[in-house]
């Protein structure tokens, strides 16, 4: 394993969001192909015969680009990650393996799985809902659930450290 396949690049669209990150690999093409501008480079560089070429940390897509924009993919996992990993009627977090996956409109009274209907809920707030709506229960959502352009980059339970403090300044805009 070569020292530099520790980099990784952050993608920013078009308006500063982060999409995710990418192999500065991939960057450096996209770069080639003037689809990207370089916003922030490593201290670090690739040594091709010709030259020295200095890896990117972070880049921004030049246009709105449809490939980037497929919409995050409706998981258990993207549902935790986009309610932070916190219960939405409690505010607790009790960890991953601990939060459920409740149906705001009960499934047994036709509530679809969607982003729209899904949330992540603590077991102890799961099941004193039951089968009743939000309301019925006295239990309000902290926010209402909708489908996410994107998720946070920085996830919970990863060490800080492992940010490349280049990205830093351009992760604060996540769920901005
Ligand atoms: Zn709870």
């Excluded at 520790?6 to 960057?27: E, N, Q």
């Excluded at 003037?34 to 480079?41: A, G, K, N, P, S």
């Excluded at 009960?106 to 799961?126: D, F, H, I, L, Y």
Aim: aromatic content about 8%.
């Amino acid at each position: 394993m070569s020292r530099l396949d520790a980099y990784r690049t952050l993608l920013l669209d078009a308006t500063w969001h982060p999409v995710r990150a990418i192999s500065w690999k991939r960057a450096i093409i996209l770069d080639m192909e003037d689809r990207i501008d370089v916003v922030e480079y490593y201290d670090d560089f690739v040594h091709t015969p010709n030259r020295e070429v200095p890896l990117p940390a972070v880049v921004r897509l030049r246009q709105y680009l449809k490939v980037y924009s497929r919409g995050v993919s409706f998981t258990r996992r993207n549902v935790l990650l986009r309610d932070g990993f916190e219960c939405q009627y409690c505010g607790e977090r009790p960890g991953s393996s601990e939060l459920t996956l409740d149906h705001v409109m009960p499934r047994s009274r036709g509530g679809p799985m969607t982003w729209e209907n899904v949330v992540a809920a603590c077991k102890e707030c799961n099941r004193s809902k039951g089968s009743r709506t939000p309301r019925e229960a006295a239990m309000e959502l902290r926010k209402p659930p909708r489908k996410p352009l994107y998720l946070p980059i920085v996830r919970p339970g990863v060490e800080h450290a492992e940010t490349p403090r280049e990205w830093l300044d351009y992760l604060r805009v996540v769920n901005g």
